[in-house]
């Protein structure tokens, strides 16, 4: 939490330049994504991934209480309270690539939702090949950066049984990328239109 107090002196020193604003607010952004080696020893892969997703505005849920987003820091059980988790909602949410290795050891995770991750990068769904063996579903929505090359990796994640892509402005040709999709995950209901669509509850 030491960075925390210490953003107020760092806006002291960001200039009316856009981009050299962009330039800090980037590097606090990486610093609340990168994975913090001492922490993970001390409180394990699932409770340091819960920190993570919901320090940078997500929310989860655990397996033992799926019907609970947990998005309040300071409401999670202490550190003695062992979890795992089920659900990471990255809605609205400032992860970033380096950020997904916090889902190694996760080996609980069925669900996953990217909406409006304005800071995912093309590539940054590669890091879901550390849930690979327990993701089922999966939200893409609005994360801009992400393009049909950045989508293409989603047909390595062959245990998916449901997929939602749309609102995703730079993705060229989705049809195609649908299509692609389709043939390497056939066991999966894939859903990708430019029109807003939800998750179906599991079954």
Not at 177 to 198: E, F, N, R, Y
Request: hydrophobic share 40%; glycine share 8%; proline share 3%.
């Amino acid at each position: 939490m030491l960075l925390l107090s210490k953003l107020p002196r760092i806006t002291q020193f960001l200039t009316k330049d856009p981009i050299d604003q962009r330039g800090i607010w980037g590097y606090v952004a990486i610093a609340f994504n990168q994975v913090d080696a001492d922490r993970l020893a001390k409180v394990g892969a699932n409770r340091l991934c819960a920190e993570w997703i919901i320090k940078n505005g997500g929310g989860v849920r655990f397996v033992d209480s799926p019907s609970r987003l947990w998005k309040d820091y300071n409401s999670l059980p202490g550190e003695n309270t062992q979890f795992c988790l089920k659900v990471v909602d990255a809605s609205n949410s400032s992860i970033m690539k380096i950020g997904l290795e916090h889902l190694k050891g996760c080996n609980n995770i069925d669900t996953v939702i990217f909406h409006n991750c304005k800071h995912l990068e093309n590539d940054g769904l590669e890091g879901l090949h550390h849930i690979s063996n327990s993701l089922e579903r999966l939200q893409v929505s609005g994360c801009y950066n992400i393009t049909d090359s950045g989508l293409a990796v989603i047909g390595e994640l062959k245990n998916l049984r449901q997929l939602l892509i749309f609102d995703m402005i730079f993705v060229k040709n989705m049809e195609a990328v649908a299509a692609k999709l389709k043939k390497d995950l056939p066991s999966c209901d894939i859903k990708a239109t430019k029109l807003g669509v939800t998750l179906k509850p599991k079954k």
